[in-house]
T-cell receptor, first 114, second 112 residues
Framework: DGGITQSPKYLFRKEGQNVTLSCEQN?????MYWYRQDPGQGLRLIYY???????QKGDIAEGYSVSREKKESFPLTVTSAQKNPTAFYLC?????????????FGSGTQLSVL | RKEVEQDPGPFNVPEGATVAFNCTYS??????FFWYRQDCRKEPKLLMS???SGNEDGRFTAQLNRASQYISLLIRDSKLSDSATYLC?????????????FGTGTRLTIIP
């Protein structure tokens, strides 16, 4: 099946621990994104990557890190520096050209703090 | 002022009714817009793209008013399955990159 796979679906983090959320795509899209969604709020951009080996900070990058070693993969690490990590995390890719490109989302990871 | 704003609702509408809600944007450089629907604790799914004056797909119509800087979504003959949160997204160029801005969403509940 073509699409975006996020794992795990649920993740629990202990205080002081780093955790990594996986995002894999086989849509052959260059651009990939990580968003955070808190209850009753819109999506906020954490990091994005428009090409392999390059990525940019979004609006709320502090306490997070990413890598883009392969086109298909864009993992997000939530570090211990992120003091309020409980949220729904969404990975997305963008197809099409420029401002007309459409976002496609993975099924999300719910991260909670123990 | 937020770049993309939506009335959070909730809108409670009887089944079969027509419902419309707006999304306003503040940056006139925004070139294209999208409506996504999101069910509780699920990923957003693309409903419609709006590039020019409007778009229609079955019971759904999206219209863009650039003079007043808003996008509307109209749902006719509403179904119980239309209950969801509807997200408005604006897209514009930003120093060589494309910036997407999400509204906070409008919650719609269709009542039997």
């Amino acid at each position: 099946d073509g699409g975006i796979t996020q794992s795990p679906k649920y993740l629990f983090r202990k205080e002081g621990q780093n955790v990594t959320l996986s995002c894999e795509q086989n849509l052959n899209h260059d651009a990939m994104y990580w968003y955070r969604q808190d209850p009753g709020q819109g999506l906020r951009l954490i990091y994005y990557s428009q090409i392999v080996n390059d990525f940019q900070k979004g609006d709320i990058a502090e306490g997070y890190s990413v890598s883009r070693e392969k086109k298909e993969s864009f993992p997000l690490t939530v570090t211990s520096a992120q003091k309020n990590p409980t949220a729904f995390y969404l990975c997305a890719t963008r197809g099409g050209s420029g401002v007309f490109g459409k976002l496609f989302f993975g099924s999300g990871t719910q991260l909670s703090v123990l | 002022r937020k770049e993309v704003e939506q009335d959070p609702g909730p809108f409670n509408v009887p089944e079969g009714a027509t419902v419309a809600f707006n999304c306003t944007y503040s940056n006139s450089a925004s070139q294209s817009f999208f409506w996504y629907r999101q069910d509780c604790r699920k990923e957003p799914k693309l409903l419609m793209s709006v590039y020019s004056s409007g778009n229609e797909d079955g019971r759904f119509t999206a219209q863009l008013n650039r003079a007043s800087q808003y996008i509307s979504l109209l749902i006719r003959d509403s179904k119980l399955s239309d209950s969801a949160t509807y997200l408005c997204v604006g897209s514009r160029s930003n120093f060589g990159n494309e910036k997407l801005t999400f509204g906070t969403g409008t919650r719609l509940t269709i009542i039997p």
